[in-house]
């Protein structure tokens, strides 16, 4: 089956039977119009030009592919390559998003830029895009999740955005999500809802995904290059799923490789902390949209877990669920363990230290790699930078 044609969701924002606009009518209203804008800038070649500048020369990119040989040898299999997200300035794939995002916010003449943060990685990203296109920002954070990532709290004063603690409910993400759509609400004809990954609403999951494929549009041309052939494997780690989506898309025509979407499996299937949503939820909504989801029987979202913050969501881009169930893309999960374990490996072998998140696709590559050959190779998405999660690691192991 080809699936060139298949990444466009069809005019309802449905990929297959999930996605769509599970909203309130004037919200809908709303979306479509933004919908409408993105499909008319993104044709345009000044719109291009400035995120392609600012790509090349904001973010870095393109960012390398780095044969990491140590660990290859170390595991005694197929070669393990790494792109290299984790050197894009912010040190992740997020900015990807959050310039063509705010980009497009700034086209269509809002006035304030609006998300929720978790851990503060989304917040930090989109906190530094609208410094630089100057726009307003702000940001909603639980009051626990101020006080535990205050690094990132710090990044987001310093960058100028109005930062709302929340302190209703559980003070943690899932309140920061209520409180900045309430504020949102208020005015969503001049305000923008950033959000951070591959979900929500029609036009997002479709329009996130745009913003990160030039990962992997990147990376094939990269790996022909570097190697005179495709990979054999190509993985990610799937929270929401942009990371991974950004990396597949280029992949997808391909038959040849075996696409893999790795979830967080947290201290196992069959506990009730981990957040591997393709791997063991439910169809169902959430935020807006149709998608696979950890849901009880009443259908509302159930506290997931991960030892990643940023993987730590109970749903996931329709178009993952698409691909699940077309086949084309195999979903597994790692474990808190592994990912601690390939986090120290790829640390020790490397000299690179991944974010926790981007260390579940790397445990996934190790383990994978002992079954394949020498001359097979598996190209992974390195999504970000392990610095906010140092101070975990170091206490949780002892160091
Ligand atoms: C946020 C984040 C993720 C998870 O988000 P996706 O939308 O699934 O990509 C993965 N890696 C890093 C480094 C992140 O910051």
New binding site residues.
Partial sequence: MKFTSLPMPDEKGYFGEYGGQIILPELSSVMNEIAEAYLEISQTKPFNKELGDLYQHYVGRPSPIFYAKRLTAKMGGAKIFLKRE?LNHTG???INHCLGEVLLAKHMGKTKVLAETGAG??GVALATVCALLDIDCEIHMGEVDIKKEYPNVMKMKVLGCNLVSVSRGTKTLKDAVDSAFEEYLKDPVNYFYAI???VGPHPFPMMVRDFQKVVGEEARQQFLYIQGKLPDVVA?????????IGLFTAFLDDESVRIVGVEPAGKGLDTDEHAATLTKGRKGSIHGYKCYNLQDDEGNPLPVYSI?S??DYPGVGPQHCMLKDLGRVEYTSIDDDACIDAFMALSRTEGIIP?L??AHAVAYAMQEAKKMSRDESILINL??RGDKDLDFVVSKLNL
Avoid at 236 to 244: P, R, Y
């Fill in positions: 984790d992740a794939h997020k990685q989304h951070g990954s591959v990610a780690c799937v929270g929401g799923g942009s990371n991974s990643a940023g993987l974010a998140e981007s999504s970000g």
